[in-house]
């Protein structure tokens, strides 16, 4: 154990912030920190304010952590895309006339509340920069937009009467990024 309340206090204080993975590391190094301040002859109070002091603060030290979050990198990619998919969708619903198509319109505002959720859920991953915990609302935000994806895919496929050009465009990107959302939700995941 840490072997100071001081030590411990802090390291509560990052508890609170951090995966227990990265708490490990971290605490690993405060205490060794602690015991090189002991060795060089400090008494344990002295010790303990000196790592503490070296270590920095807890606060900063999780909204470090948190600014380099994958998840809050994953959710910052995911919505710096989205302009780019509108701009590849919004053409093709215009020129295949998705207005005639024959999808429920309870389906539809389905599909309209589940993307703002999605938005949102990725716009709080992504916005955290003091709270390592909210980066990880990435994983549910990017499994959202897969299923988005997905169906507006089955949408185009079963609905469409028939394919225009910009879908040639837009089919081919939101199957890219269903993939690459795909591979990085390990990632955040694990971290």
């Given at each position: 154990?840490?072997?100071?309340?001081?030590?411990?206090?802090?390291?509560?204080?990052?508890?609170?912030?951090?995966?227990s993975?990265?708490?490990?590391?971290?605490?690993?190094?405060?205490?060794?920190?602690?015991?090189?301040?002991?060795?060089?002859?400090?008494?344990?109070a002295?010790?303990?304010?000196?790592?503490?002091?070296?270590f920095?603060?807890?606060?900063?030290?999780?909204?470090?952590?948190?600014?380099?979050?994958?998840?809050?990198?994953?959710?910052?990619?995911?919505?710096?895309?989205?302009?780019?998919?509108?701009?590849?969708?919004?053409?093709?619903?215009?020129?295949?006339h998705?207005?005639?198509?024959?999808?429920?319109?309870?389906a539809i505002?389905?599909?309209?509340?589940?993307?703002?959720?999605?938005?949102?859920?990725?716009?709080?991953?992504?916005?955290?920069?003091?709270?390592?915990?909210?980066?990880?609302?990435?994983?549910?935000?990017?499994?959202?937009?897969?299923?988005?994806d997905?169906?507006?895919?089955?949408?185009v496929?079963?609905?469409?009467?028939?394919?225009?050009?910009?879908?040639?465009?837009?089919?081919?990107?939101?199957?890219?990024?269903?993939?690459?959302?795909?591979?990085?939700?390990?990632?955040?995941?694990?971290?």
């Amino acid at each position: 154990m840490a072997g100071h309340a001081l030590i411990e206090q802090h390291l509560v204080a990052l508890a609170r912030g951090l995966p227990s993975a990265v708490l490990d590391e971290l605490a690993d190094g405060l205490i060794e920190t602690y015991e090189q301040h002991l060795a060089r002859g400090l008494d344990p109070a002295a010790a303990a304010e000196a790592a503490v002091a070296e270590f920095g603060d807890a606060g900063q030290i999780v909204a470090s952590f948190a600014r380099q979050a994958p998840g809050r990198r994953t959710a910052v990619t995911l919505l710096a895309t989205g302009p780019v998919f509108a701009a590849c969708w919004g053409p093709s619903l215009l020129l295949g006339h998705a207005w005639r198509w024959p999808i429920p319109v309870a389906a539809i505002i389905l599909f309209g509340l589940a993307l703002l959720g999605v938005v949102a859920t990725l716009a709080v991953a992504a916005g955290s920069r003091r709270d390592y915990h909210r980066t990880r609302l990435a994983l549910p935000g990017g499994i959202g937009l897969v299923l988005v994806d997905i169906a507006m895919l089955v949408a185009v496929l079963f609905a469409a009467p028939a394919l225009v050009w910009p879908m040639a465009v837009a089919i081919p990107a939101s199957l890219a990024r269903i993939g690459l959302t795909v591979w990085s939700m390990p990632q955040v995941l694990a971290n």
